[in-house]
């Protein structure tokens, strides 16, 4: 089946720094993909829908500025946390949906950020 | 506003019986419904999807069923082993640009 592969893994990172999370379709191309949010023992909490070519779509009460989304081609997507703080800690997951193929939403393997 | 409920206390079975779990949802008409295992520290793994015009889909020893009357889908594994032992979060999706929600999850535990 279809593969999105998501980088880092972990990360940890000191308050005021910004990090970059990657998130690639490895065997389609995805005009969409979603970027999640999700803390210990709750569900994946939608952040922003990012779309090829244009700028995202962001979820009531997600900063823009804080959570920057840039979606630059047909398989990958980037979330940068600028300016990260200790409550920015959580595991941020990506999903892309193979829209030729079935539809299926495919997720990442997950980034767990940990800022100090 | 959309809800989705599943039950948060974890559930418990003695290895080789059957597993259910309950999804129930408000003030939502989704087009479809999706069941996703997770791991610990790990992303979701797609498992099943139905639809609103099916009653039940099977899956090898997964089985969902889909009351769009009663809001619920129930999620049964037979012949449940301790591999099964995960968290199965309930997904909501519709047309038309609709999003999918998650559910806060169900944690089941097989016992050998």
């Known amino acids: 089946g279809a593969v999105v592969s998501q980088h880092p893994s972990r990360v940890i990172c000191k308050s005021g720094t910004s990090v970059k999370i990657e998130c690639r379709s490895l065997?389609?191309?995805?005009?969409?993909m979603f970027w999640y949010r999700q803390f210990p023992k709750q569900s994946l909490m939608l952040m922003a829908t990012?779309?090829?070519?244009?700028?995202?779509?962001?979820e009531q009460g997600v900063e823009k500025d804080k959570f920057l989304i840039n979606h630059a081609s047909l398989t990958l997507s980037t979330l940068t946390v600028t300016s990260a703080h200790p409550e920015d800690s959580s595991f941020y997951i990506c999903?892309?949906?193979?829209?030729?193929?079935?539809?299926?939403?495919?997720f990442g393997e997950g980034s767990r950020l940990t800022v100090l | 506003s959309q809800k989705i409920e599943q039950n948060s206390e974890a559930l418990n079975i003695q290895e080789g019986k059957t597993a259910t779990l309950t999804c129930n949802y408000t003030?939502?008409?989704?087009?479809?419904l999706q069941w996703y295992r997770q791991d610990p520290g790990r992303g979701p793994v797609f498992l099943l999807l139905?639809?609103?015009?099916?009653k039940e889909k099977r899956k090898e020893r997964l089985k969902v069923t889909f009351d769009t009357t009663l809001k619920q889908s129930l999620f049964h594994i037979t012949a449940s082993q301790p591999a099964d032992s995960a968290t199965y979060l309930c997904?909501?999706?519709?047309?038309?640009?609709?999003?999918?929600?998650f559910g806060a999850g169900t944690r089941l535990f097989v016992k050998a």
């Open positions: 999903s892309a949906r193979d829209e030729i193929a079935s539809g299926e939403l495919f």
């Open positions: 065997d389609f191309q995805a005009t969409t």
């Open positions: 990012s779309n090829e070519g244009s700028k995202a779509t962001y």
């Open positions: 003030n939502y008409s989704p087009a479809y």
């Open positions: 139905i639809r609103e015009n099916e």
């Open positions: 997904a909501l999706g519709g047309t038309g640009g609709f999003k999918t929600i």
